[in-house]
Structures are given as C-alpha cells and as structure tokens.
C-alpha cells in the first residue's frame, strides 16, 4: 500500500502555518519536535519566521496525534492495521457507488494538504464518477479570487508579494497583515518605502504601521473606492494608453461613476470629502499603487473586489513591477487546493468542468471519462447528507464544526451510509466516522504547495509521522488502486505533479520554486486579453442603526487542535455603553437565526456600528448569511 516517496527526510520545507510560503528546518537538524530556524526563501529573503513559525513543528510530537488506523466495530472505534482499514473504506464508499450512484459519494480536501494530495483527490473523486469535490479554503476569498479571474484571467494575486517593496502606494483593505502575514508584511511592505493606507471598520496591529486609516461604514468600501475613481477621473489620472490598450468597457463604467462624487458619498460611507480626495491625489502621484485585500472585502459579493480592479485599470496598475493586486490569503495550500481542482464546478488549472475540451484533456490523460455536471459545493454536499449524498471521504477536515449548527450537523454526518475521515487528530468529525485513517502533518511530507503570489514550493519531509500515521497522498494512492485499480500507481508525489502539468494549462510551464500564471505583464489571461471595465452599481442602502457584522480572517493550522485565541466580539465603547454592556460580559450576538455566545470586549479602534468577530467563532453566522447582527447579555 505504499507509493512512499520519503527520500527528502532531510533539508528544508515549508512553514505550514499560513500562505507566505517561508522557508524552514528543524533548529536542532534532529526533526522532530523542537523549535524551527528559517532559512532564506523568496518569501522570507532575510531568513526570519515570525511567531508563528517558530512553533511550526508543535504538532510534530503531540501526544494527541492520531497514530493507528480505526474502525467502527459495535459503535466504538478499535485500532486496526492499515490494510484491513483500508479495504473496509474502500468497501464502504464502493458500496454507496455501486448501490445508489457514483455522485452519491461527497470528497472534501483541505487547504493544508499538499497540491498533489487535493490532486489526487480530485482524480480519485471524478474517475469514481463525482464531482462533489470541494475544500473550505475556496470559501475564504472566492469573491475576490472571482473578480480577479473575470477582470484578470486567474482568480489568484496578480503580482509576486516580493515586488511590494517597489511600491509608491500600498493600498490594505479589509485585511490584518501585520500578523496574518507578518513575514511578508514586514519583508516587503515595511521593507519598502511604499505610504501605507490601511481601510478597515477596526484600526488593527496594520493600522499601527499605516500612513493613514480610512474606515468607511461597512457594506460602503465599493461606493468609497468608486468615489477615489470618480475623483481620479475627474482630475484627469487616468491611465489613458493602459485603458485604451488593456481594458474594455471603460465608457459604460465612467458613465455609472456620473452620479458619484466624494461630498455625496461622504454621506453613506461616512469617509470625508477630504479624506477621498486626499486618496485620490496620493495614487495619482504614485508610481506604482499596490493593493493587498483580505478577507474583509468578501461582504459584499465581490463589489469591494471589483471597485479595486477598476482603480488599478484606470491608473494602469496592474502587470507592472510594484503595481497589481495581492490576495493575502491565509491557509498554507489555500491557493493550490483549488489551482488542483479540488471544488466542484473546475478541472484542475481552472479550467471550466463543463468545457468539453478541457474534459477530453483531463480524461485524456487520466485515462478515465470525466463527468459533465458540476457537483456540489461543500456546503450543499453536508445539507445533502442521508438525502442525495450517502458516502463522503474526508481529508483534513473538520465538517462537524466548521459548520452552521453542531446538532444538525452531527445528524448529517449519521444519515451517511458511510464516512471515512483521514486527520491528525481525532475530530468532532472523527467521532461519526466508520474508519479513521492516521495521516501526516506538512513537515513529514513531501510534495508542493502554492502559497499566496503562486509560488509553488517543495516540502520536504523533515520530520516523521507518528506511529503509523502516513501522508495522504499514500492513503489516496492506496484507495484510488482499491476503488479505481488503474491509475492510482505513482512513485510519489513528483510523478503526480508531472501528471498535473500534462493536464492543467496553468501549470504546463511551471516548475518547483516558480510561480505559475506570471504572464500578466504581457496580456491577461482573460479571452480577449484584456480586463473587462463594467458599468458599476453606486447606490447602497446604509443600515445606519444596525450592528454590522465584520469578520476577521482565518489563521492557518489545525483546526480544532490549533484554535486561534481572538474568540472575543469587539465594540466600540459608544455602542457597548447603548447596549448597557461592559467589557467581559458573556454576550450572545445574533441575526437571521443563527446565533454565537462569546465574550465582549470593549475597543476604541472598532469603528461605531460594527460588530467584529474572528472567522473561526463567527462561522455559524457567517453561514446563516448575516450581515447585521443583535447583541445582547447572553
Ligand atoms: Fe509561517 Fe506565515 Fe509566519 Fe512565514 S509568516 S513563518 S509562513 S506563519
């Protein structure tokens, strides 16, 4: 059952703990356990790791680690062996494929598996006959990673995170680099002599080192930026060659912008005049206008997204060095789980699953028909649990909490004919599973990942798993010979990512250590090759008495056995005091039905009307569709 690829037990890999991609090795050269020691790499070129990374190998030798094979025998789950595991998963979700459908069958990868890990789950996944295929990670950006495929050609950063240091202008919205990236902030944005402008409801650790913090009303960021191109157009900043040259659609776009301007925006937005202006004036003076977005500008659809895009076409900001747009993602693998295509509507290099050619291309290849109908995203699959779907195999996720409703998932996962979970830790999910697989932590594996420029990386498997624990891309390898027979045989995973190049355009030209995509300076990737201006959408209704919900971004890890210490919900002392509460009351913060209980604390730097929450604890919410929330004593 091995395709054991574990020669590289020595050297350097990288950090699993979030999407920079810095590079490290045991600080002892022992492996296992101790502290790391970074070593230079394009994302950390001085060597450092922060905090974080530091600690990259606590998971290395937790006690709690899953180290056995189990099965569900009378109820409980037994340790077994590996082969008799395995046979009885593979058993169980052929059962559901021969006796109701192959797309009754639900596969769910995971944003700190390797790129060749969510590969071949992905294959395993379509060859079986599905493409319920999913990863949470895709749930994090997709708004901006949408508008950045419409506008640019590729749902991904459009520039190397390196190039910040080459920037006038570093426009930060919704995002909290300074810790949620701190390498990269620190290396290229304070490395720099870019103006910082940092937009968010809540002044953060970024704000500190900003020049100026803009924080319009939240459900506004699109209006403020189309007020800073209606200014930059108005004063006559545009980029005319680039427009003329590189975009389309731009006369229908600045004909939306008549109605906008900065004292009529000041209004909804809650941003002054001066303060548009002022904005305005410093990305016309500026070279090079970089924007990092995180998960901040995911409220609104996209439109925050979009607003951005437009401001780097209409100033020419994009496809040159120090000039584009950074998706500051968060989970290690986050951009390469999906690049794979792992998610139920795209084959891997984002090619379009109901493209026939690009399905003849992959089935091609893999030797095996690909399916023609996209199949459901994560959050539909579980809903259909026990009704369309009957067998789920689950890596590295955590379902039974990152969920709306712990009960109403835990019945989910029991409708289920069958569930095979392969984890590090035993899991909420784990407990409703009929076999657990032990599986590797990034350090003890090789493979690549692709952090958040693109960058695609080797791991390297500097340390080893614990008892019998293994990589997945062994597990899926040995589940794809006992469910497929063909076309589960690799020597490891460099012979996977060989196949990935031959069947995903984005990474034909690739290779380990480059990014991928980085023909933007020459042509976006998008069928004409140019970015698609569109007419925009400027009126906005403003809550004006409601708590808005603002979530902060997910940090990287473990899920529950790395959970974050930000579970606290954040106010602006005004709207405490309204609501007659203080600092460390236990509060319950509700709105369209799904409600959260946590703890308050109070904050000058939360704008007034919002309501801040860290992802990981405003999940329930976040799934319910809430925008605007009630909180109250719990
Ligand atoms: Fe690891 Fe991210 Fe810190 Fe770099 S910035 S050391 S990748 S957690």
Redesign the pocket.
């Known amino acids: 059952d091995d395709a054991s690829d574990r020669s590289e037990t020595a050297g350097t890999t ?2 699993p ?6 590079h ?1 090795t045991p600080a002892d050269g022992a492996g296992a356990g101790g502290r790391a020691r ?1 070593v230079a790499g394009p ?2 070129p001085n060597g450092r ?2 905090a ?3 600690n ?1 190998f606590e998971s290395v030798d937790d006690p709690d680690r899953l180290t056995r094979p189990l099965v569900r025998e009378d109820g409980a789950l037994v340790p077994t062996d590996w082969t008799t595991a395995l046979d009885r998963a593979a058993d169980g979700l052929a059962a559901v494929a021969d006796a109701r459908d192959p797309d009754a069958l639900a596969f769910f990868g995971a944003p700190h598996c390797s790129n060749e890990e969510n590969y071949l789950l992905q294959k395993l996944a379509r060859t079986v006959g599905s493409n319920t295929v999913d990863n949470r990670a895709r749930l994090c950006h997709d708004n901006a990673a949408e508008a950045l495929a419409d506008r640019f050609g590729y749902p991904a950063s459009t520039f190397g995170m390196d190039e910040l240091v080459d920037s006038d202008l570093v426009l930060v919205v919704g995002a909290n680099p300074a810790v949620q ?4 902030f620190n290396a290229f944005v304070r490395g720099g002599d870019a103006d910082v402008v940092h937009v968010d409801p809540r002044a953060n650790e970024t704000t500190r080192a900003a020049d100026v913090h803009l924080a319009p009303r939240p459900g506004t960021d699109a209006l403020f930026f189309h007020a800073v191109a209606a200014e930059l157009i108005e004063r006559d900043a545009v980029d005319a060659s680039f427009v003329a040259e590189r975009t389309t659609g731009f006369d229908g776009y600045r004909e939306s912008l008549s109605d906008v301007d900065a004292v009529r925006a000041a209004a909804a937005t809650d941003v002054p005049a001066g303060d548009v202006r002022d904005l305005s004036e410093r990305i016309a003076a500026a070279d090079g206008v970089a924007v990092i977005a995180g998960t901040g500008v995911e409220a609104d659809g996209g439109a925050t997204a979009r607003a951005l895009c437009d401001l780097l076409c209409l100033t020419g900001d994009v496809g040159r060095t120090g000039a584009g747009f950074a998706l500051f993602r968060g989970l290690n693998n986050e951009q390469g789980a999906t690049d794979v295509g792992c998610r139920p509507d795209e084959l891997p290099g984002h090619a379009d699953l109901t493209d026939p050619a690009a399905r003849e291309r992959v089935a091609d290849v893999w030797g095996a028909d690909v399916p023609e109908t996209p199949g459901l995203n994560e959050k539909e699959a579980l809903a259909a649990f026990g009704e369309s779907i009957h067998g789920a195999l689950v890596v590295g996720e955590n379902p039974a909490i990152s969920k709306r409703d712990a009960d109403w998932t835990a019945a989910r996962l029991d409708a289920l004919d069958t569930l095979v979970v392969v984890d590090v830790y035993e899991t909420e999910t784990t407990a409703h599973a009929d076999v657990v697989l032990p599986a590797a932590v990034g350090v003890e594996k090789t493979g690549t990942v692709t952090n958040l420029d693109r960058r695609v990386q080797a791991l390297a498997a500097v340390a080893d798993p614990p008892g019998d624990a293994r990589p997945d891309f062994e597990t899926l390898c040995a589940l794809g010979r006992r469910l497929m027979g063909d076309g589960f045989e690799y020597d490891g995973p460099r012979e996977a990512f060989a196949e990935l190049r031959a069947v995903s355009p984005i990474h034909a030209d690739v290779t380990v250590g480059e990014r991928w995509g980085d023909d933007y300076r020459e042509r976006f990737a998008t069928p004409d090759g140019r970015a698609a201006f569109a007419p925009v959408e400027t009126d906005v209704e403003v809550d004006a008495d409601g708590l808005a919900l603002v979530v902060g971004s997910r940090a ?1 890890g473990f899920g529950a056995a790395d959970a974050t210490a930000d579970e606290l919900l954040h106010l602006n002392p005004a709207d405490a005091d309204a609501l007659g509460l203080a600092d460390g009351d236990a509060v319950v913060v509700r709105g369209d039905g799904a409600s959260v209980e946590t703890v308050l604390t109070v904050e000058d730097g939360v704008r007034r009307g919002v309501a801040y929450l860290h992802a990981d604890v405003a999940d329930p919410l976040v799934r319910a569709g809430t925008a605007s929330v009630e909180v109250a004593a719990a």
């Open positions: 990288v950090c703990l979030c999407a920079v991609g810095c490290l970074g994302a950390n790791l922060c974080k990374g530091v990259a990236q701190p390498v990269a990287g």
